[in-house]
């Protein structure tokens, strides 16, 4: 169990690496280096001014190099400043991995309540006129364009009922609750519907899969309600597989969070990561965009942990090698 | 050969027909896979329907701007007077031009991965797996913008390619083909996997056919159907992600209509023209919707296990 958990930690940490040498050289083939956007913003910086910055920040060495500085200094806690905010990395972070993680939260507690409900509702009659009704909105959830259904729930609530807001976050002076509250209604509703779709389907599958085992059969035929059945016995089992499939759509949640955020104006990691590599803040962008494979990886690994909790067959084999 | 069909009772059924037949019963797929045809030859109609509408879907007329829908603007003007019907046409040429593209490119690499995954084994297959789950399990739209952010004049292309006018088209093609392989790649490993120790595998070897031969002659068509539903459902997911890409700014650029940039306006216009942003969303959700209802028919009749359960 401990070589098993240390084995998949060492694991995580290498890949996380590796993303670091990806990202770093990725953040290179960006267009534009400091040096140039500090000359585009101040006529005064002479050719000499430039070469010598470039020798002073290291510039002009080559990748590898570079990467291993900005490597050693990340590891004595120095991850940089960032350019646009005029902040240090850290202080821009960690407020918005806090609004994100709320808005994650949220939509992805809800997703997964509703996912697992109307599975197991969907499953329990199969191929009924309510499996098809479950089945054709949760490929309309799958399939609707995230952006798309964020301007919709704009126009409907903004636009033509007036009762939300279109984006922002918090009002200057919040008078209640509801202040401080209605700004997150929209992105976490736009979120949830986007990824419900998904948790769904995967929750109906793992049912009817469920269903078909012999111990069902048993279930029902000591007399057994329904009900019992269905939720003492099979679901408990159904959510095993569903726990898996659905820590590996941590990243595509992810990646819903940044176009939620985006469009509601939601000061989140997602926003800020494609504000950062839209306006050349190449720091902040590096470090956030780690960080985000980093929530990934943790989701993934946590995942695993309980997958390993919950099955007492995976914890037996474990104990035995 | 017809006396050898009527003694195993299948009256002459083809797998094929077959298939056919179950795909048939599968009414949303059946549904969806008109609408497909359907918008296909809709987009295809663009100059068609510019030369019988008597307008021009790059000529701005800044006096007819949001203007009502008429005879000769069926669905109305846009910020800049233009025919939204028209653009639209125009924006799904190169939306589902993307999305094919793209999903082609996407399948053969997936393919050539999951073979040669599945076919070789051992330390190699573990490599190219763990890439597999690591492109799957990354936060990947953040990736894909910065991809399509880079400054491609920095990675040593040839200048032609850079100056071409179409480069932002390719650029979107390959960007959305790397993260759309994935599926595919796993079902073909899987596939290959259960396939390279049966007899008929066993018998070309012993044959003396080269291994490259053995994957492409004896393994990969029977994988055709796998290979053909992942494709039908990755193209769905192609589409969206190179309408957000677009929308973003960061796809196709305009001029260039597509159902992704058509919409990059449509969020600051919504006080003025709210159905200029329902338009190209609608036919996005109706493409993807469509793509997957028929990916999901394919796979109940190629795959009749599915059916049994």
Redesign the interface.
């Known amino acids: 169990m401990i070589a098993y958990t240390s084995s998949r930690l060492l694991q995580a940490g290498l ?1 996380l690496l590796i993303m670091s040498f990806v ?1 770093y050289g ?7 280096d400091p040096i140039d956007l500090m000359i585009s913003s101040d006529p005064d910086v002479t050719s000499e001014d430039a070469a010598r910055l470039r020798t002073l920040y290291g510039l002009d060495q080559p990748i590898t190099e570079r990467y291993l500085n900005w490597l050693s200094a990340v590891f004595q806690g120095d991850l940089g400043f960032s350019r646009s905010h005029a902040k240090p990395v850290l202080d821009v972070l960690l407020p918005a991995l806090g609004a994100t993680s709320v808005l994650l939260g949220l939509s992805f507690s809800l997703s997964i309540a509703l996912g697992v409900c109307t599975g197991i509702w969907a499953a329990s009659k199969p191929y009924s006129v309510r499996d098809y009704a479950v089945n ?1 909105f949760a ?2 959830g ?7 259904l964020a ?2 729930l ?2 409907l609530f903004s ?1 033509v009922l007036g009762v939300l807001p ?1 984006g922002g976050m918090g009002a200057v002076d919040p008078t209640g609750l509801w202040d401080s509250v209605k700004f997150v209604v929209l992105p976490v509703i736009s979120l949830t519907i986007a990824s419900v779709g998904s948790h769904t389907r995967y929750m109906r599958a793992a049912m ?1 899969e469920t269903l ?1 085992q012999d111990y069902i059969r048993t279930a029902k035929a000591k007399g057994l309600s329904p009900r019992q059945v269905l939720y003492g016995h099979a679901m408990r089992n159904a959510l095993l597989p569903v726990t898996t499939i659905v820590a ?1 759509d ?3 949640l ?3 969070a ?2 939620t955020e ?2 509601f104006a939601y000061p989140g990691m ?1 926003k800020m ?2 504000d950062a ?2 306006g050349n803040d190449y720091n902040l ?1 590096l470090v ?2 780690l960080l ?2 980093c ?3 943790v989701g ?1 690994l946590l995942a695993d942990g309980a997958y390993v909790v919950l099955d007492p067959r995976i914890r037996l084999s474990g104990e035995r090698t | 050969m017809s006396t050898l069909d009527h003694s195993l009772g299948t009256s002459g059924t083809s797998a094929g027909t077959l298939a056919f037949r179950r795909f048939l019963k599968h009414r ?1 797929a059946v549904a969806s896979l008109l609408m497909l045809t359907a918008l296909v030859l809709g987009a295809m109609a663009a100059p068609v329907a510019e030369v019988l509408l008597d307008t021009d879907a790059k000529q701005v007329n800044l006096f007819g701007r949001f203007a009502a829908p008429t005879m000769a603007h069926p669905l109305g003007t846009d910020e800049l007077g233009r025919d939204v019907l028209v653009r639209l046409m125009y924006g799904g040429q190169v939306s589902l031009f993307v999305g094919a593209t793209a999903a082609i490119i996407a399948a053969v690499f997936g393919t050539a991965v999951g073979l040669l995954a599945g076919y070789t084994g051992g330390r190699f297959d573990n490599l190219l797996m763990r890439l597999t789950d ?1 492109v ?8 894909l ?3 399509a ?3 491609i004049s ?2 040593g292309l040839p200048v032609s390619i850079i100056h071409d006018e179409n480069v932002s088209l390719y650029r979107i093609i390959v960007i959305v083909a790397l993260f759309g392989w994935t599926t595919t790649a796993r079902l073909v490993r899987a596939g290959t996997l259960s396939l390279k120790s049966r007899p008929f595998v066993l018998a070309a070897h012993a044959n003396g056919a080269s291994s490259l031969r053995i994957m492409l002659v004896h393994i990969l068509p029977n994988l055709i159907s796998p290979i053909t539903v992942s494709t039908t459902l990755a193209m ?1 997911n192609i589409i ?1 992600l190179e ?2 890409l677009s ?2 700014g960061l796809g196709i650029q305009p001029p260039t209509p597509s159902w ?1 940039n058509l ?1 990059t306006n ?2 600051e216009l ?2 003025e023209a ?1 159905s200029l ?2 338009y ?2 609608l036919l ?2 109706v493409t ?2 469509a ?3 028929v990916g ?1 028919g394919l796979q109940d009749a190629l795959d009749p296990r599915a059916l049994e ?1």
């Open positions: 890949v990202i990725l953040m290179g083939l960006m267009p534009g054709f490929f309309a799958i399939s609707i364009p995230p952006f798309w301007i919709l704009i126009l636009v279109a009817i078909r590996l941590f990243g595509a992810f990646s819903g940044l176009i985006t469009i997602g990561i494609f590599i839209m962008a956030a965009l985000a494979t929530m990934t990886l993934n | 949303l690591g799957i399990a990354l936060p990947l739209l953040p990736f913008i910065v991809l952010a880079l400054d920095k990675l769905g969206l309408s957000v929308f973003l992704g919409l449509a969020q919504i006080w709210p942003a329902c190209p969303g996005i959700f993807v919707i793509c997957n209802f999901d359960k």
